[in-house]
C-alpha cells in the first residue's frame, strides 16, 4: 500500500510542477501508446506506420500550385508532416484535431513525411 501511496503523491506534485505543454505531450504520448500507435520519433524511413496525434498546423497551396494539403501531426514525442496531393481541403482536417494516420514513412528536407495517408478522425470525450 505505501507504494501505491508513494507513486500517487510523486504524479501529484509532477503534475503541480509540471508545464502544462509537457504535461499535454505525455498524454498525447500515452494515448497513442495505448491504442497501437507508433511513436513518431521511433519511425524510420520506409517503414509502414500507424501514428496518433494532434493536428498543430493545416496549411493550404496556394491556388496557382498543385493542390496540396499539408498538416503537422504532433504526438507527443515528435512532428510528422501529413500531405495530401491533389487536395485542397479536407473537411475535419484542421488544427487542433486529433487523428490516427497510417502510411509508409518518407523523409523530405530531413522531415519525416507520410504521402496521402489513410487516416480516421478522433472523437474527443
Keep these: 500500500m505505501a507504494s501505491t501511496s508513494g507513486g500517487?503523491?510523486?504524479?501529484?506534485?509532477?503534475?503541480?510542477?509540471?508545464?502544462?505543454?509537457?504535461?499535454?505531450a505525455d498524454d498525447l504520448s500515452r494515448t497513442a501508446e495505448?491504442?497501437?500507435?507508433?511513436k513518431a520519433c521511433d519511425c524510420r524511413s520506409g517503414e509502414e506506420v500507424t501514428v496518433l496525434g494532434r493536428l498543430r498546423s493545416v496549411e493550404m497551396c496556394p491556388r496557382d500550385a498543385a493542390?496540396?494539403?499539408e498538416a503537422e501531426l504532433y504526438d507527443g514525442t515528435e512532428g510528422i508532416?501529413?500531405?495530401?496531393?491533389?487536395?485542397?481541403?479536407?473537411?475535419?482536417?484542421e488544427p487542433g484535431r486529433t487523428l490516427k494516420a497510417r502510411g509508409r514513412i518518407a523523409v523530405r528536407d530531413g522531415r519525416k513525411v507520410l504521402y496521402n495517408p489513410y487516416y480516421e478522425l478522433q472523437t474527443t470525450s
Design 81 to 93: 508532416t501529413l500531405v495530401w496531393l491533389g487536395r485542397r481541403r479536407i473537411p475535419g482536417i
Design 8 to 24: 500517487y503523491f510523486r504524479r501529484l506534485v509532477r503534475r503541480l510542477t509540471s508545464d502544462i505543454a509537457d504535461l499535454d
Design 67 to 69: 493542390a496540396t494539403l
Design 34 to 38: 495505448a491504442v497501437g500507435a507508433q
